[in-house]
Structures are given as structure tokens and as C-alpha cells.
């Protein structure tokens, strides 16, 4: 199933007017299965524990030439702010794109040099990719990524860590995820946003597609209508606060639900997200 999810998003990659390209075979999703220390500072979020309807909609892949322009044409007319994780390759062939991003208030973020496979890098090979991408947008925007998003969401608990620690980088990954690259159907992308997002939700989607462009004025619209606020990720993540415990459930009793909203510590760092709402390995194929 994954090769097969991977192969679709392959498919999916090869309308891009930029030369991105992606790794050849399909991968296990870079939160899973390394064995570490917990972090100290929190470097990775699926999504934010706020006191309030606050979201974060964000676009990867971009920027694209015709696609993205007409989304920050729409998300103008809304007044609404998003955050774009471009390939950095994709950025230095469209620097007045990332221009346009930067002056309209929204935030740039990186999604690495060429959208390769970092858990296969070495340290230093990472290095130099990650470097790349942060220079391009950088240089391209006047304004240098705070965060990033490893390609497919792969990248080892040790490199959320390794990034935070060379390039100031919290790893941002998600908790909705409408699956725009796989579908490529705008009725399918809307409905799944709305359905899914809570307070504190980070969307993932993909500004290279037309379809999940065609969805957003519905999205937004909806999603304004329910009362959401949209933030850029980083002014989402300042207002992360830790969650509440869980109450401890105690022999012969049943814990309820409270209804609460408040969504389980962002699993960042070792191990598997916690809600299992964040990549998992069937489909970890078109990020
Ligand atoms: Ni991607």
C-alpha cells in the first residue's frame, strides 16, 4: 500500500514547473521508531494546544506559478494568513512569488532543498541541503525560515533535534490531513478540513495542485464561518501551552471523555505521534 500511495504521488509531482524531485521508493515515517532521550524543548508539532479557535493552513511544495498567485489572491480577499513550505529550488525559480508571500504577511518555511528523502543523509549531506533551502528562501523572500517540514514528514527523532539545534528550526508537522495530492478533487479537500480541524489544527495541503486550490474558498469560507482564526504556524506555536494531564483512569472505573478539545502533547520528538493523526507510513507518500 505505501509503494502504491508513493507511486501516485510521484505521478503527482510530475506536473511541478520546478525541478523538485522526489526519492525513488517509499519510506517509514521519520518519527517512528528511533529510540532517544526526550528533548528538553519541544522542537516538533502535530499540532497546538491553544485557548481559542486559532489554525494554522499551510501549503508545501511551492511555490508554483500559476497556482500560487491565485491563492494568495483568494487568501487576500479573506484577509487570511498561511504558512508555505517551499522547496528551495521552487523558490529560486520563483522569487517574486516568495516576495509576494513575505509582503502579504504570510510565512515562509522551509521543505528542504529538492524534496529529497533526508532520513537517507548524512549529517553533513543534510546540512548542505537544508543550508540550501534556507539561503534560496532567504534570499528570495528578505526573510530567513524558522521552521521547516521534512519532505513526507521523515526525519529521525535525533535530526528534529540536530535541526533545531544548526538552524534554530522547529519541525512542523500535522494534525489534518485531506490528503489534496492523493485525490486531487476539491470537494473531497473541503469537506475533510471542515470535518476535521479543531482548535489548534495545522492543515496540511499542497499549493502545487490546482484542485486543492479550486477547494480553498469553501475551506476558508467554512472555516471562517465555524470561527477559526487562521495564524502562520509560528504565531500558532507561541501560543502552544502544555496540555492538561489526562485523567488517570482507575480500576473498575470509565473514563469520559470531557470534551474538552484539548488535544494530546504534540508528539514531537522519538516516537510515534501520540493520536496517531500525524504521518503515518501508509501515507507519508505525497508530502
Ligand atoms: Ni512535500
Redesign the pocket.
Known amino acids: 500500500m505505501p509503494r502504491l500511495l508513493f507511486a501516485a504521488c510521484v505521478l503527482g509531482f510530475l506536473p511541478l514547473a520546478c525541478t523538485a524531485q522526489n526519492p525513488a521508493g517509499s519510506e517509514k515515517p521519520a518519527v517512528a521508531g528511533e529510540a532517544a532521550p526526550a528533548p528538553t524543548t519541544k522542537v516538533t508539532y502535530n499540532a497546538c494546544n491553544v485557548d481559542g479557535p486559532y489554525i494554522a493552513l499551510t501549503f ?2 511551492g511555490p508554483h506559478g500559476t497556482n500560487t498567485p491565485r491563492l494568495l489572491d483568494m487568501l487576500k480577499q479573506r484577509g487570511v494568513k498561511a504558512t508555505f513550505f517551499m522547496v528551495g529550488e521552487c523558490a529560486v525559480e520563483y522569487p517574486q512569488i516568495v516576495k509576494r508571500i513575505v509582503s502579504e504577511g504570510h510565512e515562509v518555511a522551509s ?1 528542504s532543498w529538492k ?1 529529497l528523502q533526508l532520513t537517507r543523509m548524512s549529517d553533513e549531506t543534510l546540512r548542505q541541503d537544508l543550508q540550501k533551502a534556507h539561503d534560496a528562501i532567504a534570499s528570495a523572500g528578505g526573510v530567513a525560515p524558522k521552521i521547516m517540514r521534512p ?1 513526507y514528514g521523515a526525519f529521525t527523532a535525533r535530526q528534529q533535534r540536530w535541526a533545531h539545534g544548526e538552524f534554530g528550526y522547529k519541525c512542523i508537522l500535522w494534525d489534518v490531513d485531506p490528503l489534496d495530492w492523493k485525490y486531487r478533487n476539491a470537494a473531497h479537500v473541503e469537506s475533510e478540513i471542515l470535518k476535521r480541524t479543531t482548535n489548534g489544527s495545522i492543515i496540511l495541503t499542497h499549493d502545487i495542485h490546482k484542485s486543492t486550490i479550486d477547494a480553498m474558498p469553501g475551506t476558508i469560507d467554512g472555516l471562517l464561518a465555524k470561527g477559526f482564526k487562521f495564524l502562520t504556524v509560528s504565531d500558532l506555536i507561541a501560543k502552544d501551552r502544555p496540555a492538561a494531564p489526562k485523567p488517570k483512569a482507575t480500576p473498575g472505573t470509565q473514563v469520559t471523555k470531557d470534551g474538552s478539545g484539548a488535544k494530546p502533547e504534540s508528539p514531537a520528538s522519538a516516537t510515534a505521534p501520540a493520536t496517531g493523526a500525524a504521518p503515518v507510513a501508509e501515507s507519508t507518500g505525497g ?1
Open positions: 508545501d511544495d521543505h524534496h519532505p508530502r
